[in-house]
């Protein structure tokens, strides 16, 4: 069971980094678009603030793929030297300070959100671009990182009340650079 949820998690996450980045690839092409008709001496402009939105989308969104694939950065001093059971106390740990600080994230993203909505607040900018539009897609990214956060985080409870180890180690562990070494 374990086993079949985080493989549907992954899935959804390699989905979700499809979408994103097609949306960057779109966004790149607005932007080298902008660029020669600069040099054709017009312009579509605002195409700095449309990366820049892009790109704090792609981040919150992104963030979900790169834990299901073990890409999240972490420092395991400690960790690789301890034995099986260790390293997953320290796995289990360091899960559970992610999800609840994505979660403290994500629930501090909506009163941006919500302020956005409530005054119809646009941006200081040329577009004017109505902010809740995109605020809404970036608030939806860190949602959906602190569920796969806590999903990963109970599939890997379970694992290690199953007794499963290694199969915890390789759900939730950092040693993503162990695998990439010759």
Known sequence: MADRVLSALRRLNRLVAVLVGIMLLACAGVVLLDIVLRQAGSSLGGTDEISGYAMAIATSWGMGY??????????????????????????????????????????????????????????NTPLETPLWIVQLPWFAGWVWFALMAWLTFLVALTLVAQGRFAATERAIGAFAEKEAAP
């Open 66 to 123: 790169a834990l299901m694939e073990l890409g999240h950065v972490r420092i395991d001093l400690l960790r690789s030297r301890a034995g099986a059971r260790g390293r997953v106390l320290f796995d289990l740990f360091s899960m559970v300070v992610l999800s609840g600080t994505v979660s403290l994230i994500a629930v501090k993203c909506w009163p941006v959100l919500e302020r956005s909505l409530s005054m119809s607040s646009r941006a």
